[in-house]
């Protein structure tokens, strides 16, 4: 392990010239733009209850809660009898066909999300679901269900038996934040977290169309952290994403939480802090800082750590109630974008009511790394007004969309150097609740934003549970 270091001098600072920061975009590439094309109700009585600020059905760090593969669209969810369920429909239609999987929702927890995945070497369908720091529930469909939906049924019978273990693989009785990645290669990874919040480990499985296996942890919980106001000794890594992009690279930027609240200058904040950016070029085996170094060994003793240099791109302190797990995105080039929010210094250096203050002062960032490989930061001039997170999406010519919660999207166009943010729609006419769960996948196959929410209630009173689209640039 190495000594703590931030790529402070990495930063060319928050605006950018167009010139230095277009990178491959062309003057005649239209700007960003959304169109409304329609909205479906997937459930008009899903399971409503808020915990942790958030929903079971919308909670935009499962991966993915939402994906398009092979003209088909998928979604999961509770209905209100707490049932999970799986619908499908054609790219287009109106109307989502429903499976019951064989398994209710065991607590009024919001972790306890459903994250889909598709293993394209055998066209099946996995889903992972209802755990947080304890066992987990998994279901995978029949071999090529995915590959021929037109050709087979959309029924109970096309999915195995619910598990406690990966097909007798067990991995952890303390599991968390399953999120599902195909791999260029045709596999299926499962990224999850062992242990608990504050002191846990990132651990990645892989699946080759025959079977589980294990790769092991490869992020670390120990080290000692130092603030101004104190330290911790043990902490958690939390990810924004893992995503592999075009070229076979696996990305993941992240933040930090200690333990130990004697970091904060106030018991009400949060003990998240800095922004960290890594990367795996064989399949997250080993893993790499900003500079090329590798940091840690999946399954191996050396494992990514917060003492570890050259892992910081956004340095910032434990006192700004920093979001953990917001989003990420890599652009036609691979090159890394991320999604950050938290209170700027400008509204005081101290939170002292995480959502309080995050609700009425926070602002959401992009971070992404330039043509030149330098890190820059750009604050979009969109008021959070929620403590929730925002999730981050780039078209085919590179305009990045921020979709805020409550369903609220924002653009900024590739040719100015992401400098020109403004809001695209509002909101109207949705009365989402707060986060949305985006499919990723169908904006790369077919140019559509894509995006789940659910209706505001109050206390446990179910509410309806949409998707709507919007078509982006052609």
Request: hydrophobic content about 35%; glycine content about 10%; overall charge neutral.
């Amino acid at each position: 392990m190495h000594r703590r270091t931030l790529l402070v001098a990495a930063f060319a600072g928050a605006v950018v010239t167009p010139a230095l920061a277009s990178g491959t975009a062309r003057a005649a590439d239209p700007g960003p733009s959304v169109t409304r094309t329609g909205t479906t109700t997937l459930d008009s009585q899903a399971i409503f209850f808020v915990s942790y600020d958030g929903l079971v059905n919308n909670n935009s760090f499962q991966k993915n809660g939402l994906l398009t593969y092979k003209g088909y669209q998928y979604a999961v969810w509770y209905t209100a009898d707490r049932n999970a369920v799986v619908g499908r429909r054609v790219l287009g239609g109106s109307t989502w066909s429903t499976v019951k999987v064989g398994h209710t929702l065991k607590a009024d927890d919001s972790h306890n999300v459903i994250s889909m995945g598709v293993s394209k070497t055998d066209g099946r369908l996995h889903l992972n679901m209802d755990s947080h720091s304890d066992g987990f529930t998994y279901v995978k469909s029949v071999a090529g269900l995915l590959d021929n939906p037109g050709g087979l049924s959309w029924t109970a019978s096309r999915f195995g038996a619910p598990q406690s273990t990966l097909d007798g693989l067990a991995l952890t009785s303390q599991f968390t934040y399953p999120q599902f990645i195909s791999t260029p290669d045709g596999k299926l990874q499962l990224s999850y977290r062992v242990a608990v919040s504050g002191n846990g480990r990132n651990a990645l499985a892989e699946y080759d169309g025959t079977k589980w296996t294990n790769l092991g942890e490869w992020s670390g919980s120990t080290g000692t952290y130092t603030s101004e106001h104190g330290s911790s000794t043990a902490r958690n890594m939390y990810l924004h994403g893992i995503d592999y992009d075009r070229n076979g690279r696996l990305h993941s930027f992240f933040t930090w939480r200690e333990q130990n609240g004697a970091v904060m200058c106030n018991s009400g904040g949060i003990t998240n802090h800095d922004t960290g950016y890594l990367y795996s070029d064989d399949r997250g085996r080993t893993w790499r800082n900003n500079a090329g170094t590798v940091v840690g060994v999946t399954g191996g003793s050396d494992k990514v750590s917060v003492t570890d240099a050259g892992l910081v791109v956004d340095p910032l302190n434990p006192d700004h109630s920093l979001m953990n797990q917001e989003s990420q995105f890599t652009d036609s080039a691979g090159r890394p974008h991320a999604i950050i929010s938290y209170v700027p210094g400008r509204f005081g250096q101290c939170t002292t009511n995480y959502v309080a203050d995050r609700t009425a002062n926070g602002r959401a960032f992009h971070v992404r790394k330039n043509a030149s490989g330098t890190w820059q930061k750009t604050e979009i001039p969109v008021p959070l007004n929620s403590s929730q997170r925002t999730k981050l999406v780039l078209d085919k010519y590179d305009n990045a969309y921020a979709i805020f919660p409550f369903g609220r999207i924002a653009g900024a166009s590739a040719a100015s150097g992401y400098t020109d943010w403004k809001i695209l729609f509002d909101g109207s006419g949705l009365n989402a609740f707060g986060e949305v769960v985006v499919d990723e996948m169908r904006v790369a196959q077919d140019g559509v934003l894509s995006f789940m929410y659910q209706e505001k209630s109050s206390g446990t009173t179910p509410s309806a549970l949409h998707v709507v689209d919007f078509r982006l640039p052609a």
